[in-house]
């Protein structure tokens, strides 16, 4: 099981922006697919976003245009910012690796972190 330390969560207002980061344990292989699940009201889990290795990306709809994912292979990290944050993002976001892009969108996972909170309130 691969260990990921998330950090970067908190209080936001609407319209504001959050950058939440998770770095993977060092054994980790870098091919890994790296990204990000939210776990929001009655414990439904909804994709976010996550990058393959190689760069490809793919973003769950309710972010699409406001978040940017991007991971630095060296570092075995990936990084989530968060723009235009709205009150229906606020869940907690957990960093998840799989071994193929295909695997994450099926929750298939090798790794999943804690968690960290993000609340969006005014």
């Known amino acids: 099981q691969v260990q990921l330390a998330e950090s970067g969560g908190g209080l936001v207002q609407p319209g504001g922006s959050l950058r939440l980061s998770c770095a993977a344990s060092?054994?980790?292989?870098?091919?890994?697919?790296m990204g990000w699940w939210r776990r929001i009201s009655g414990n439904k889990r909804e994709l976010v976003a996550a990058r393959e290795w190689g760069g490809i990306t793919n973003y769950g709809d309710a972010v699409k245009g406001r978040f940017t994912i991007s991971r630095d292979n060296a570092k075995k990290t990936v990084y989530l910012q968060m723009d235009s944050l709205r009150f229906e993002d606020t869940a907690v976001y957990h960093c998840?690796?799989?071994?193929?892009?295909?695997?994450?969108?099926?929750?298939?996972?090798?790794?999943w972190g804690q968690g960290t909170r993000v609340s969006v309130s005014s």
């Open positions: 998840a690796t799989s071994r193929s892009m295909w695997d994450f969108t099926r929750t298939e996972f090798t790794g």
């Open positions: 060092e054994s980790t292989p870098s091919t890994f697919v």
